[in-house]
């Protein structure tokens, strides 16, 4: 069975910066496409970012693009966002999701994700 576990969130002033870390157990890492997601309160989950199984084609939602940056070491079966100049609308749980095979990417929307962890909170205040 698929584990994801994320670590990283915290509280950041606006501008400020977060690494999130997500390791994964039991699933065929280097295998499938990965993502985040994330849920703001009082919103629906959305996608915000996706990375090719093996790291070469990734994809943004246009809000976070330039801000944040996603990659993964395969060799660790470890996906990371790299956080940069958060804004207070970036405040939400941020989940790592597995899409259980190669070839989707895409965040168009959640329905290729097919397993997340628990979730990692992230809260950008002065």
């Known amino acids: 069975q698929v584990q994801l576990v994320e670590s990283g969130g915290g509280l950041v002033q606006p501008g400020g910066s977060l690494t999130l870390s997500c390791v994964t157990t039991?699933?065929?890492?280097?295998?499938?496409?990965m993502g985040w997601f994330r849920q703001a309160p009082g919103k629906e989950h959305e996608a915000v970012s996706c990375?090719?199984?093996?790291?070469?084609?990734?994809n943004y939602k246009d809000f976070v693009k330039g801000r944040l940056t996603i990659a993964r070491n395969n060799a660790k079966k470890t996906l990371f966002l790299q956080m940069d100049n958060l804004k207070p609308e970036d405040t939400a749980v941020y989940y790592c999701?597995?899409?259980?095979?190669?070839?989707?990417?895409?965040?168009?929307?959640?329905?290729?994700?097919?397993?997340w962890g628990q979730g990692t909170q992230v809260t950008v205040s002065s």
């Open positions: 999701a597995a899409v259980g095979h190669a070839g989707w990417c895409s965040v168009a929307d959640l329905t290729g994700f097919t397993s």
């Open positions: 990375i090719s199984n093996s790291g070469d084609v990734t």
């Open positions: 039991g699933s065929a890492f280097d295998y499938e496409d």
